[in-house]
């Protein structure tokens, strides 16, 4: 690993590249209502472009996959039935589920019409190949950072580029195209006009973003408001909270919103934790129940909806194990052909659930640096390593187990050279950056809705590999971008 460069850039160039980053929304809000640059790499990343190209190959694969999946009322309730009765949020996700479906003796037809917003975690392991980490079929954010990450290290580029250059791990290298905001902006506007035609009306279509009290990521979530407003799409933002006294049914399963009329999107960006349902001042004997009927009260109404319930219930970590397990030719009943079905299986790490002969085995013949334990929690925090795993099942009781999965922990390149790494306007060097590569993607009714069969673009969030969580918002990690090599 070359690490002989000096970690000083100019003041004036990290200055001017962190003053790029802020007027163009790459950004945290501070409690002030000032704004903090998101921390980012000066130089991207490499990839072969082979690996690159079989990831978006078999992304839109992936999401046919889950689109199908999620629509499969009686497979959700049947295979998670156990995970919901070991985990509180994901049995009440199931209880809602049943209410919006209904069951197989008296199914209901919810009106909403399913538009699966997904982004695939991938992790490009030393030696098995690119794996996936996680589907995110909820909150998938951050896609309008992509797309902005790519912009600046190009801006970089042209601005700087000596330093650029020296910071790049193959000179030959050339960026990978990225329109994930773009394409996401163009996927939700289809949506949002199909919807409005349904009803043969006219003029701007709406489109309803939940979003969590005190957000503090709002401006990845405005980048892709704009995009939207650029296209004639009417945007608004509303908590579950005020949602709970402020939507409205019209006719023909139409839904209101008080003060701004018809809605034809609902996006949502919260909704995969207790403590966006959470309305202490209602005093609830069941925790959380009002605001989580409004997930309820949405899916009854003609709209594009992100995320439908079963689209949660469908990324979550059991369904991904159950997934995983399965052999490739059961994945025909949800419309993929054996090829795509062994297209997907090349990039699903072996996962295992909990129960008494796992932990057995994990504590007497497994390696245990090769395995991650997980449960269903979306975001930073939720996995354990190592040593600790056992720990950790030792205090786990047996109506806990199904909540949890292990999988096989991936480890990733480490990047060929050192890289600078600049938050809050301080550079610091980094020798061991290893990256995880996030590929967006769009169904709208189970249809791929991009010029690219269904693919949007990607996120690339790059970490020090001693450090475990690496996210942008709540971990050790660094906006990053994709060149490629032959």
Not at 157 to 182: F, G, H, K, V
Not at 217 to 223: A, G, S, T
Request: charged letters at 20%.
């Amino acid at each position: 690993m070359n690490t002989n460069k000096k970690a000083v850039i100019a003041p004036q160039v990290i200055e001017d590249i962190c003053e790029w980053a802020i007027m163009n929304g790459v950004a945290f809000r501070q409690a002030d209502n000032s704004a903090r640059h998101c921390p980012f790499s000066i130089a991207p990343m490499t990839i072969e472009r082979k690996v690159y190209t079989h990831l978006r190959q078999v992304v839109p694969l992936l999401t046919k996959l889950i689109s199908n999946v999620a629509e499969d009322y009686v497979f959700l309730q049947s295979s998670l039935s156990d995970m919901a009765k070991a985990d509180p949020f994901f049995g009440r996700l199931m209880a809602l589920h049943q209410q919006i479906h209904g069951n197989e003796i008296q199914p209901l037809d919810p009106a909403r019409q399913p538009l699966l917003l997904m982004r695939t975690d991938f992790m490009d392991d030393r030696q098995y190949g690119a794996k996936v980490i996680e589907f995110n079929g909820i909150a998938a954010g951050m896609a309008p950072f992509g797309q902005r990450a790519t912009e600046l290290h190009a801006f970089m580029q042209r601005q700087w580029p000596e330093i650029y250059q020296s910071w790049l791990e193959d000179t030959s290298a050339t960026p990978a195209d990225n329109q994930a905001l773009t394409q996401l902006a163009n996927s939700i506007v289809t949506a949002a006009f199909q919807i409005k035609a349904d009803f043969n009306e006219q003029g701007s279509p709406v489109f309803l973003m939940v979003v969590q009290k005190n957000e503090d990521n709002v401006y990845d979530q405005h980048l892709l408001e704009r995009a939207l407003q650029q296209q004639g799409v009417r945007t608004v933002r509303r908590t579950f909270e005020q949602l709970s006294a402020q939507l409205l049914t019209g006719d023909n399963q139409r839904l209101i919103l008080d003060g701004v009329g018809a809605v034809d999107v609902v996006y949502l960006r919260a909704g995969y934790q207790y403590s966006d349902y959470c309305a202490p001042d209602l005093n609830e004997a069941v925790c959380c129940y009002t605001l989580s009927q409004m997930r309820v009260f949405i899916e009854q109404h003609h709209i594009a909806l992100n995320a439908t319930v079963g689209q949660q219930l469908a990324t979550s970590k059991t369904m991904q194990m159950l997934l995983t397990m399965m052999p490739a030719s059961e994945y025909i009943r949800w419309g993929l052909t054996l090829a795509e079905a062994e297209s997907v299986k090349s990039v699903l790490a072996e996962m295992k659930p909990i129960n008494a002969t796992t932990i057995n085995w994990f504590n007497t013949k497994a390696i245990k640096t090769e395995w991650v334990l997980k449960n269903q929690g979306e975001g930073g925090g939720h996995c354990v390593f190592g040593d600790d795993i056992s720990a950790t099942l030792a205090k786990l009781t047996v109506a806990e187990y199904d909540a949890w999965a292990l999988m096989q922990r991936l480890y990733p390149h480490e990047r060929d050279v050192a890289t600078i790494a600049v938050r809050d306007a301080k550079t610091t060097i980094i020798d061991d950056l290893v990256s995880e590569i996030g590929l967006f993607s769009a169904y709208f009714n189970g249809v791929p809705v991009t010029d690219f069969d269904g693919y949007v673009g990607y996120l690339i969030r790059s970490k020090p590999a001693s450090e475990n969580e690496g996210g942008i918002h709540s971990g050790k990690g660094i906006l990053d971008s994709l060149v490629l090599i032959d």
